[in-house]
Structure formats: C-alpha cells, structure tokens
C-alpha cells in the first residue's frame, strides 16, 4: 500500500525566504506523485505534478518538486515567498494502474511580513 | 466550465440525526472520488464510483455511510444516524475515464468540500 509523509504540520517562512516543504512516499513501484494547495475557505487545487517524466517538475505560482527516488522524497520549494502563499499544502500519491489517490497529512505554510 | 461543485457547504446537525452530502462532478467525468479529512488529519479516501458502480468502497469507515450515484451523474453521501467522529470536511472530487488519456494521468478536479459539524 502506498502512503506519503509530510513533515512538520506548520512551516513559517519571512517574506522572501525560501520555501521548502518536506514530502516522502512509501510505494513498491515509482508512482505518480501530487502537490495540492488549498486556500481558506476554497477546494483543493493542483500546484503540480510528477508522472515519470522529467524529475524536477514546475508548477503554478512559482513553485517545484524534484522526484528522488533514492531518497523517495517529492520535496516543493519556491525560491521567494509571497504572502499570498499562506495556504494549506498536501502531498499526494497514486499507483500508476489507477486514481485511488491517498494524502499527507498536510502542512500548513505562514508567510510572516 | 463548471468545477466540481458540493452542497452544503456546511451542515450542523446533533448526534443521531441523518445529512445528506451531495456531489455534481464535472461534465462527462465518469470517475467520483469521495474523501474526508477528519480535523487536523490527513485527507482520508472513501470511495470511487466509476459511472455509476463503485469501484472501490474500502475507506468507507462502517456502514452509517452510504454512498449513491445513480445514473451516473451527481453522487450523494449520507451519514445515518451521525456520530461526533463523524465531523470533518468531505471532498469530491471527479475525472475523466483513464483510459482515455492511458499516457498521461487523470487529473482529479476537487470541489471545495463540505464541512460538517456532529454536536
């Protein structure tokens, strides 16, 4: 059965700062790997996503992960952070012979002025 | 294009009583995903329904939950009777058939929940 790791449920960051949420999968075959976002009071939105293409993927707002499977990490980081980044951030995972999608517990980012 | 959309979008009910959750995928989605994310826990999946059969109903939690999506369109959710564990955010969400796009992955579009409060 596969299952992802988020560590830390909260992250602050200052204006500016690098952003780095931590996400690691547990699957016995590469799967499919997901960030999403949700913004208060608003559904889940995809910010990207890794499908065995290129490992270090871009997404919406600025942000990207980079598939490692030797450490099966799917790390996101955005270089400069932006106070609209204030948002719930959940990590995702499926096999790739279906969509039964199962997630992280979720980390929750601050952007401090 | 309308987005997955659910209503409520929130419901306070006592203990013991019965609500309904209702779920309208996007157009011509075949698959209906149901998730739960029970307070400051990971989002928890429920059940999948392919048209109007369900594929895989392993994360319903017991059978208070039934799950419906007849004619294959809009789904239902409803909790009878409810507990105070029952309390959390439900998600739909849905996607297109996979074997349409076998290369690639099918995205899963979320609505924005339903908060749901057992007091």
């Known amino acids: ?113 | 294009e309308a987005g997955v959309t659910q209503f409520p979008s929130h419901s306070v009910i006592e203990k013991g009583q019965t609500v309904t959750l209702r779920c309208d995928p996007i157009s011509g989605h075949d698959n209906l995903y149901w998730y739960r994310r029970v307070m400051g826990k990971e989002i928890k999946f429920l059940l999948h329904f392919v048209k109007e059969s369900k594929q895989d109903e392993s994360g319903m939690p017991n059978n208070r939950f039934l799950a419906e999506r007849t004619g294959g369109t809009y789904s239902t959710l409803k909790v009878q009777p409810a507990e105070l564990e029952d309390s959390g955010v439900y998600f739909c969400a849905s996607s297109q058939d996979i074997g349409l796009a076998a290369a690639d992955y099918n995205e899963q579009f979320f609505g924005p929940g339903t908060r749901l409060t057992v007091l």
């Open chain 1, 1 to 113: 059965a596969q299952s992802v790791t988020q560590l830390g449920s909260h992250v602050s960051v200052s204006e500016g700062a690098l952003v780095l949420l931590r996400c690691n999968y547990s699957s016995s075959v590469p799967p499919y790997l997901f960030w999403y976002v949700q913004y208060p009071n608003q559904g889940l939105q995809l910010l990207l996503k890794y499908t065995s293409a290129a490992t270090l993927v871009k997404g919406i707002n600025g942000f990207e992960a980079e598939f490692k499977k030797s450490e099966t990490s799917f790390h996101l980081t955005k270089p400069s952070a932006h106070m609209s980044d204030a948002a719930e951030y959940f990590c995702a995972v499926t096999p790739r012979d279906n969509n039964d999608m199962r997630f992280g517990a979720g980390t929750r980012l601050t952007v401090k002025p």
